[in-house]
């Protein structure tokens, strides 16, 4: 039985050693990279532009000696995808030269093959404006993992639009509805409004102007009806609150 007892015990310390290992292997390594898109110019326009990527680990530090490349492509049907691979690595940024021939909503997946083997990447939907933009601040791009993980965590009682970039012109080129014409919404159940200007203008939605970059959250407690003129598809839009 001693030596039964012994056998387990010994089996229990190194069980419990190797779990320990694991998880300072485990806290060691960053567990997630994080990669940001910036441009110059911004935002982007026809013609020449440098990609600007970002690739920091979990404690936020940047990650050098990467190979990463983008494939862009612009969201018209037929149109080929490209792909570009960064040119020069300077203060913890790669460069990824790009031609942007025409105007419109584009996609740009960056790819990074890590220096330990692991290749991560990331999708952004950028617009392409036929003539720079002034008075714009210089921002980085949100991802579509971050925009999707976001709305995934709405609560039952908010209601959320979203406005893309380039979405006036968006809508003007392909008649696509970023906004209703009529939004319903109820005290008792989804009682709150929530509008999300990613654009890099300030819009006006129905009756609530939201600047870009910012959010807007109204919460209805009294039944009603609200109208306005949306400037994105530059038409009205009528909110009924219901009980």
């Not at 994080?34 to 020449?48: A, C, N």
């Not at 999300?196 to 609530?208: A, K, L």
Request: with cysteine; aromatic share 12%; net charge negative.
């Amino acid at each position: 039985m001693k030596i039964l007892r012994f056998l387990v015990a010994g089996i229990l310390l190194a069980f419990v050693a190797s779990m320990g290992f694991f998880l300072w292997r485990s806290d060691d390594k960053p567990v997630s990279v994080q990669i940001e898109l910036h441009s110059d110019p911004f935002p982007m326009v026809i013609g020449p532009t440098d990609l600007i990527v970002s690739l920091k680990d979990s404690h936020g530090m940047p990650i050098e000696g990467a190979d990463v490349y983008v494939i862009t492509q612009h969201m018209h049907h037929g149109a080929p995808p490209i792909t570009d691979t960064a040119r020069r690595y300077e203060d913890g940024h790669y460069y990824i030269p790009v031609l942007w021939s025409m105007m419109g909503q584009a996609s740009v997946i960056v790819y990074a093959n890590l220096p330990d083997g692991e290749t991560v990447e990331e999708e952004f939907m950028v617009f392409v404006y036929f003539s720079p933009l002034y008075g714009v601040d210089n921002q980085g791009y949100r991802s579509e993992r971050e925009i999707k993980e976001e709305l995934a965590n709405v609560p039952d009682n908010e209601y959320w639009i979203v406005v893309p970039q380039g979405a006036r012109e968006i809508t003007g080129m392909h008649f696509e509805d970023f906004v209703p014409s009529l939004i319903s919404l109820s005290v008792s159940t989804k009682n709150t409004l929530v509008i999300r200007n990613d654009d890099f203008v300030d819009n006006s939605i129905g009756p609530f102007y939201v600047r870009a970059g910012e959010t807007l959250r109204q919460r209805f407690d009294e039944p009603g009806v609200y109208q306005g003129t949306c400037t994105i598809n530059q038409g009205p839009v009528r909110i009924e609150v219901g009980e």
